[in-house]
C-alpha cells in the first residue's frame, strides 16, 4: 500500500491518458494521491480529477510561491480563503517561497506563506510547503512566526542534514520522491539519519521521475520506485517502507478511513 503525497496529475502532460496513469497507479499499490493546487486558475482541473475517482484523490488549496504576482496576489489570497470556508480540502498547499525562479517577490511570497499557515492553522489542515533556494528561509520563517498547532510536510526536500533535523524538530515531515534516485544526490546520505516516522513519499508528477525514468515524465506509480529505493538506503524492505510512510501520511493528512 502507497499513498502519493504529492502530484499534479491534473496538469496539461496528463491530459490524453489520464485514465493509464491512474490503473498504473493502482497496480503499484497506489491507494491515495494527494492533489497540491497551485492559483486559482488551475483548481477547476485538479477538481476534475477529484471527481474522477474522489476515494483515490484528495485536493489541497493554496497559492504557490511562483504563482505570487504582485497584480493578482490579493485576488489569489481571497480565493484560497473562499475555498477553504467549503472544507473540502485535506490541506493547504502547495505554499512556500521559491527563490531560484523570482527573487523579486521575496517579501510577497513570504507574506503569502505566513497568511496560509495562520489559515491552515485556523482550519486544523496541514500544509505542504514548496522551498526551492529557501529551505533555512523558511524554517527560520517558521519558528519566527509560531503558529500555534502548525504541521506539514517539505515537499521534495532539499536541504542539508542540518536542515532535516531543524524540520522534524519543529514537528514537519519531509516529503522524498525522485531525487532520492540521482547519483549526484546527498539525500541518501541525510536520510539514514532521519527516522522513518518523519518521512512521507511523494513523486511531484509530472516533475522529477525517478531513475531509470530521470528526465522524462513521472507519474503516481513511480513512488513504488521510490519506495524500493529508499528500503535501499534504510536497509530495510520495500513492504515496510511503504506501510510506515503512508501510515505517517495517514496521520498527517488524517485518512481516517484509510485501512491502516
Ligand atoms: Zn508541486
Given at each position: ?37 497551485i ?25 504557490h510561491p511562483c504563482s505570487v ?29 521559491d527563490?531560484?525562479w523570482d ?27 514548496h ?130
Open positions: 500500500m502507497l499513498i502519493d503525497t504529492h502530484a499534479h496529475l491534473y496538469a496539461d502532460e496528463f491530459k490524453d491518458d489520464l485514465s493509464e496513469v491512474i490503473e498504473r497507479a493502482r497496480q503499484a499499490g497506489l491507494v491515495r494521491i494527494l492533489l497540491p493546487n492559483e486559482s486558475s488551475t483548481a477547476e482541473a485538479m477538481w476534475d480529477v477529484v471527481k474522477t475517482d474522489p476515494d483515490l484523490f484528495s485536493p489541497m488549496i493554496g497559492l504576482k504582485p497584480e493578482t496576489i490579493e485576488d489569489e489570497l481571497e480565493f484560497v480563503r473562499q475555498e477553504l470556508k467549503t472544507d473540502k480540502y485535506i490541506a493547504v498547499g502547495e505554499i512556500g517561497m527563490l531560484y527573487k523579486s517577490t521575496r517579501q510577497l511570497q513570504e507574506m503569502a506563506f505566513i497568511e496560509q499557515c495562520k489559515w491552515a492553522a485556523a482550519y486544523n489542515l496541514p500544509v505542504a510547503i522551498s526551492r533556494d529557501s529551505t533555512g528561509e523558511l524554517i527560520k520563517i517558521i519558528r519566527k512566526m509560531n503558529v500555534e498547532g502548525l504541521t506539514g510536510v517539505f515537499h521534495c526536500f532539499s536541504g542539508t542534514d542540518k536542515e532535516a533535523l531543524e524540520i522534524i524538530e519543529l514537528g514537519f515531515m519531509l516529503g522524498i520522491g525522485g531525487v532520492l534516485t540521482f547519483k549526484n544526490s546527498n539525500l541518501r546520505e541525510i536520510l539514514k539519519d532521519i527516522p522513518l516516522e518523519h518521512i512521507l513519499l511523494e513523486t511531484d508528477s509530472p516533475y522529477l521521475a525517478p531513475v531509470p525514468y530521470r528526465g522524462k515524465r513521472n507519474e503516481s506509480s513511480y513512488t513504488s520506485i521510490v519506495a524500493e529505493t529508499l528500503a535501499q538506503v534504510k536497509e530495510d524492505t520495500a513492504e515496510n517502507i511503504s506501510t510506515i510512510t503512508s501510515s505517517n501520511a495517514a496521520r498527517l493528512f488524517r485518512l481516517k478511513e484509510l485501512p491502516l
